[in-house]
């Protein structure tokens, strides 16, 4: 069995934006990865941007700087 954890998971309206969050956050070296999710979850987009929950403040931040509008910003058991 695989041990799941809670993790943030900030998902997209499209996949441009999804895209664009992994650009930033490679760019600032910003913690996460993206990762597939149901459909359901991120509004047919499919991606979302999983990451520490410790990090949410510094992400909304990077998310703001660059433009980018997330759909929803939850906790997930991943």
Excluded: Y
Aim: charged share 25%; glycine share 6%; hydrophobic share 45%.
């Amino acid at each position: 069995m695989i041990k799941k954890e809670r993790k943030l998971i900030i998902t997209f309206h499209t996949t441009t934006e999804a895209m664009a969050m992994e650009k930033a956050c490679k760019e600032a070296g910003a913690d996460g990865r993206i990762i597939p999710v149901p459909r359901a979850i991120s509004a047919g987009c499919g991606l979302a941007w999983a990451a520490k929950l410790e990090s949410e403040a510094a992400l909304r931040a990077l998310m703001e700087r660059n433009g980018i509008s997330p759909q929803a910003v939850q906790e997930c058991l991943v």
